[in-house]
């Protein structure tokens, strides 16, 4: 009932060697230089990790969405920026097989699952409609067969590395119904028109990519329009509940990473004559933070099994997102005050841990928009 | 991983909310206000087979698993957390440390009754001055041929005024502390069995505990459970399951508790809406259902665990204080959200916020969660 | 900036600390446990000048300020807060009179309170209508020169024993809200006016609290209370005035529990040694005890400020919100620290928690009070 298949745990395995191997000793060196990690990415592609819940016959492990929550768990316990971006990736080369047609499953997704894509991007958000989709502003004008995209875009992680991005657009002005006229499009990396702003100077996840985009008569062919006119809303929807599957994993993941380094400097430090795990203050902040990463891990694989299952996750996605993000960021909070002062530098990763964890409320729909949707679940 | 329900687990449960909604939740405030202990109630799921859910049927037991016994117990206290209680100390309490220590003699007479229900079980380990903490037992069982002379007192004994027999924990030798502590199983109709008038409590009221004297208690070797000095074993063994039990009933009474909440906040109206459409009662509602659902996958994680035959003193500590956290959380926001109805004796919301309360307190206050969980931890 | 009390009120918290030891805590618990009115108690409390503290002595009060009252209310609610919420019951039932009542009538009512040790009730809430006071259905036809009252008021502390309400009802269209609401003060011999059903509470099991009926009461002008619609803001201010005596229901119920709790933690043992000896305790007794302090210096400002005349619905707020939270919390850690006993009725401690539940209920729910900070802090910044 509660055990990975072994496929499953192949994946954890293969995730959690490579984090604990190589990332854990590169990522505080990434995140001091904001250095994208595309040699990371390059590795974790050739790993079988940039198309887990992809088919086969696009590059992809076809090992499901409960293996894919937990390789992003472990990633993240590695490096968060790292498994944000890989994220980002599997939610769009996923997207496209579920929506795109052949042709632009066999264009797209193969480049992302075999890492000659570095990166692909989801270009939703903009300056004044984050959470709330329905209000976007970025126009796709009908143009002969094709579309010229105009408006833009915010916060889009690897946006400038995209090899691919999938850019929302409204094609149809309706007051009434504002989420009716949003299609989704497949935009290449390098179009011209698309240009990639300045790179966000952010809190935490530093070594990833976050940028503004702008979009000057971007024309793309018919063949560039994701699923139908008209789709848009339902397509980020869809992907929106996957992707908060990921967050919440990624979430559980810099968690983990910052109870470890708790425990050890729990044991390591002194005071009063002993080790500071001695001391019940402190254990009993180990023992809830503990408590509460097991349950936000088995609400997230429940999601996770829910929607591998094709039944209805959303309920399950948001409590996911919101119960796991927010308790990892206790987490990280404890860790940080375990430390005392070592916690607020950053020789010691507790600081990075609680820098990183904290856009995970928030990105993805904040934790007010996941109430929203679990109260209106609540209510039917 | 499968996190669905076996046919079997769904159709117990849903037996369990169809009883609870009929026998239980329409007189379960009469039940509290009136102390008494639902006699009849007990006796029919009994007959239903949750004398002892998850105890082999060749010892009279339903032959289930102890994730069906989880889901029985939420259904049941949810309809009422006293005859949820009574049953979890029977099943998890009384028959598990017989079936798992008994002899076959042992439980011919003292397991087959119970786990059948045609008898009623309760568990004896906390004393007035030791109760999370059972090395400080004080009871002792001298020996005296073949039998021991049982001396002390045990209060808070669940289901102490009406039990047929008790597991009783006593002390063998004071010297070894934990290890000088020894188990055995006793009828209550044993002379120098002595029982004191019923707890007066904030809550369970339906539930009768009491404290009971033990005096020159005349008990034979056969009666022992185990070998000398294994009674912390079996205790704390015995525990690990009961906190399952206790995780049970917490989400139980939470889920009651938000049930009301929720259909409440459609009724209710001001500033001329129904209330669940102002945010700040809707994200209550939201952290609620949320907490209640990890509550549950932690409680049936720990009792899968048990199935597999696996440890789960760390899984079954994070099940019952998460779950009896939440529990008290979720039943003071369903007063809150209620108003002054939720603090009126007219609904029922007040007494699952009473009911909730000693969830965090019996087998092993939250700080004794914590700091088993802790030990597990630093290992 | 000074912290420290007058002689006078010294002298005042001296008396209802020594009546609350010997007169209140021995039978709190039967009380409560029988839901027996404090009759006996309410009249000695009377005598001892304990009840209606904030009457002007023109009115044979004594005349007392918000600040006064609290620092005497934290004690008998120390003791225990049903009895708290009773013998501050009247001072509610007086605060519309003293706000917007004639001269005429605070004689006559304030006056009946002050000759002999009677009760006063404010009704103000209906079954459908509590904290949203502009919600009320209670209907006031205007017939000639007279009004007729007609509806039901829930939740009325003292109603059974109240020899007059102050009551507030609506004339005009109920989709006016606020605009038509009216305050009245009405006898109880007046024909039409019964008392309903007695609550049977959780906590604050002492505290008399009742449905009030009005069938059809014949009032005039002489019972009107201010001017017609101008009862919302009656009741607004009579909330502002009165909140803070919650919060110091808040700090008397928390200084309890922590009094209680100090103790057992220091008798009780635990793996060889006293419960008090582990941090996990200590640090819960810490937080309590900041909690209470807090509080204290909250509902001391919001008092201070009211005496100054300087009345802020926000600082109000603040005090009553933040202090029946905070007792909520210590209570129920209170009742943690006595573990298994914490949960009979052999220590005080399980009543705490019950008691201080109402706080975040009665007298505008902490939600509420949420909605006044935060509509107080938005207004700040226009």
């Given at each position: ?8 745990r ?6 959690r060697n ?7 000793r ?23 990790l ?7 016959a ?9 293996a ?49 894509f ?12 984050g959470?709330?989709?329905g ?31 999938i ?6 002005q ?17 179009a ?26 971007v ?11 008209g ?10 509940d ?26 390591d430090?002194?005071t ?8 019940q ?6 023992a ?7 349950a ?19 309920r ?7 119960f ?5 960021n ?6 940080v ?21 904290r ?13 929203f ?8 | ?17 169809e ?6 939740r ?12 639902p006699a ?8 239903l ?9 060749e010892w ?34 009384y028959?598990d ?18 786990a059948?229900g ?23 069982a ?7 002379l049982?001396?002390g007192?045990?209060?808070w004994?669940t ?10 924990f ?11 502590i020894?188990?055995f199983?006793v ?22 505990s ?33 906190r399952?039990?206790?995780g049970?009933?917490?989400?139980g009474i ?36 949320t ?5 549950r996958l ?17 899984e ?32 029922d ?10 969830t965090?307190i ?6 004794i969660?914590?700091?088993v ?7 | ?38 009759i ?53 039932a ?17 006056g ?43 939740w009325i502390?003292?109603?059974?024993y109240?020899?007059?309400y102050?009551?507030?009802?609506r ?13 009245f ?11 309903g ?7 604050q099991?002492?505290?008399?609290t ?5 069938e059809?009461v014949k ?27 919650i ?14 709790s ?49 009345i802020?619905?926000?600082?109000s ?10 007792a909520?919390a ?29 706080l ?6 902490s ?15 226009a």
């Amino acid at each position: 009932m509660f055990e990975p298949s072994e496929s499953q745990r192949l994946i954890r395995e293969t995730a959690r060697n490579y984090a604990q191997g190589s990332l854990t000793r590169i990522a505080s060196e990434l995140d001091r230089e904001a250095r994208f990690p595309a040699a990371q990415l390059g590795e974790l592609a050739e790993l079988g990790l940039m198309g887990i819940n992809v088919p086969e016959a696009y590059g992809g492990a076809a090992a499901g969405a409960v293996a894919h929550a937990l390789a992003m768990k472990e990633i993240a316990q590695g490096c968060a920026s790292t498994a944000v971006t890989m994220g980002v990736n599997n939610m769009v080369a996923e997207t496209i097989c579920r929506f795109g047609t052949d042709a632009q499953k066999k264009r797209y997704v193969p480049e992302i699952t075999s890492g000659r894509f570095v990166a692909a991007s989801f270009a939703l958000s903009e300056a004044q409609s984050g959470s709330d989709a329905g209000a976007l502003r970025t126009t796709a004008r009908r143009d002969g067969s094709g579309f010229v995209l105009n408006g833009s875009k915010q916060w889009i992680t690897s946006g400038d590395r995209a090899g691919v991005l999938i850019v929302w657009a409204r094609t149809e002005q309706s007051a009434a119904k504002p989420a009716k006229g949003i299609s989704a499009f497949l935009v290449e990396g390098g179009a011209k028109g698309l240009h990639a702003g300045r790179h966000e100077d952010k809190m935490g996840l530093r070594a990833s990519s976050t940028v503004p985009l702008t979009l000057e008569d971007v024309r793309v062919p018919a063949t560039a329009l994701l699923g139908n006119v008209g789709d848009g809303f339902r397509i980020a929807l869809s992907a929106l509940d996957g992707g908060r599957i990921g967050i919440a994993s990624q979430a559980i993941g810099i968690a983990s990473a910052a109870l470890e380094e708790s425990l050890q400097y729990a044991k390591d430090r002194r005071t009063f004559g002993q080790p500071i795990a001695n001391h019940q203050a402190i254990r009993f902040m180990l023992a809830d933070v503990a408590t509460e990463l097991e349950a936000a891990r088995l609400l997230v694989l429940r999601a996770a099994a829910f929607k591998e299952a094709e039944r209805p996750f959303t309920r399950e996605a948001s409590m996911a997102k919101v119960f796991a993000t927010e308790k990892a960021n206790h987490a990280c909070d404890v860790a940080v005050q375990i430390h005392g002062g070592y916690g607020y530098v950053s020789e010691f990763a507790a600081e990075r841990h609680y820098r990183d964890v904290r856009v995970t409320t928030i990105y993805e729909g904040t934790s007010e928009v996941q109430r929203f949707v679990i109260a209106r679940e609540a209510l039917k | 991983m499968q996190i669905d329900l076996s046919e079997e687990q769904r159709l117990l449960r849903d037996t369990c909310r169809e009883f609870a909604d009929k026998e239980l939740r329409p007189n379960a405030k009469k039940w509290d206000r009136e102390h008494r202990f639902p006699a009849e109630a007990v006796k029919k799921l009994f007959e239903l087979g949750l004398g002892g859910v998850a105890v082999p049927s060749e010892w009279g037991g339903a032959g289930m698993d102890n994730v069906s016994y989880a889901l029985a117990i939420e259904e049941i206290s949810r309809g009422c957390a006293s005859t949820g209680v009574t049953l979890s100390v029977n099943n998890s309490l009384y028959c598990d440390p017989i079936a798992k220590y008994g002899t076959d003699g042992q439980k011919e007479s003292f397991l087959t009754p119970y786990a059948r229900g045609e008898k009623l079980g309760c568990f004896g380990l906390t004393e007035p001055q030791a109760g999370s903490d059972a090395a400080e037992q004080r009871t002792t069982a001298v020996r005296k041929g073949d039998s021991y002379l049982i001396n002390g007192t045990k209060n808070w004994i669940t289901n102490g005024p009406v039990a047929d027999a008790i597991v009783l924990f006593t002390m063998t030798d004071l010297s070894k502390g934990t290890k000088g502590i020894t188990c055995f199983v006793v009828e209550t109709k044993t002379p120098g069995f002595v029982r004191q008038k019923a707890d007066e409590k904030l809550g369970i009221c339906a539930s009768p505990s009491c404290t009971i004297f033990f005096e020159n208690m005349e008990v034979p070797i056969s009666q022992r459970l185990g070998q000398e000095g294994d009674g912390f074993k079996i205790a704390m063994s015995t525990l690990d399951g009961g906190r399952i039990g206790i995780g049970a009933q917490a989400i139980g009474i939470g889920r009651a508790a938000f049930e009301e909440a929720r259909d409440y906040s459609k009724i209710r109206k001001t500033f001329d809406i129904p209330i669940f459409q102002h945010q700040a009662i809707q994200f209550m509602l939201a952290d609620m259902a949320t907490a209640l659902d990890a509550a549950r996958l932690l409680v049936l994680r720990a009792a899968w665990l048990k199935d597999q035959g696996k440890r789960h003193t760390r899984e079954s500590s994070m099940a019952k204080l998460f779950a009896s956290e939440a529990a008290n959380r979720v039943a003071d926001k369903a007063v809150q959200i209620h108003g002054g109805m939720g603090y009126s004796k007219e609904l029922d919301v007040e007494r699952h916020f009473r009911d909730a309360r000693i969830t965090e307190i019996y087998e092993g206050t939250s700080e004794i969660q914590r700091l088993v969980i802790s030990n597990l931890l630093l290992k | 900036m000074d912290f420290s009390i007058t002689e006078e009120q010294r002298q005042l918290v001296e008396t209802a600390r020594k009546f609350t030891r010997e007169r209140i805590i021995p039978v709190a618990q039967k009380l409560d446990e029988h839901g027996t009115f404090p009759i006996d108690i309410c009249k000695e409390g009377w005598e001892l000048g304990l009840m209606n503290v904030e009457i002007p002595s023109e009115y044979g009060g004594l005349g007392l300020s918000c600040l006064d009252h609290v620092l005497m209310m934290e004690e008998i609610n120390y003791g225990c807060a049903g009895i708290g919420t009773t013998l501050a019951g009247n001072n509610l039932a007086c605060m519309p009179l003293l706000l917007g009542g004639s001269e005429e009538q605070k004689r006559h009512y304030l006056g009946m309170l002050t000759e002999a040790p009677i009760f006063a009730a404010y009704a103000c809430s209906e079954p459908d209508a509590g904290s949203d006071v502009a919600g009320m259905r209670t209907t006031v036809r205007k017939v000639g020169d007279e009004y007729v009252m007609t509806g039901q008021k829930r939740w009325i502390t003292n109603g059974g024993y109240a020899s007059w309400y102050s009551v507030f009802g609506r004339i005009g269209d109920p989709k006016d809200r606020h605009k038509g609401v009216t305050c009245f003060v009405v006898p109880r011999d007046l024909p039409g006016v019964s008392v309903g059903k007695k609550e049977d509470k959780l906590g604050q099991r002492a505290s008399n609290t009742t449905d009030v009926l009005f069938e059809e009461v014949k009032l005039t002008r002489k019972n009107l209370v201010g001017g017609e619609g101008e009862g919302f803001k009656i009741a607004m201010k009579t909330f502002d005035r009165s909140r803070p005596w919650i919060a110091a229901g808040a700090t008397g119920i928390m200084r309890r529990a922590l009094d209680e709790s100090r103790r057992y933690a220091l008798e009780r043992k635990a793996f060889g040694q006293p419960i008090a000896q582990f941090q996990a305790i200590q640090f819960m007794l810490a937080e309590m005890a900041m909690k209470y302090e807090a509080t204290r210096l909250l509902m001391l400002k919001a008092a201070w400020s009211i005496g100054e005349g300087r009345i802020d619905a926000i600082e109000s707020s603040y005090a009553k919100a933040f202090g029946a939270d905070s007792a909520m919390a210590v209570a129920t850690d209170a009742v943690q620290i006595f573990g298994g006993y914490g949960y009979t009725k052999e220590y005080p401690v399980e009543k705490l928690m019950r008691d201080a539940k109402l706080l975040q209920i009665y007298e505008g729910t902490s939600q509420i009070q949420r909605m006044v900070i935060a509509r107080n802090l938005l207004a700040q910044g226009a």
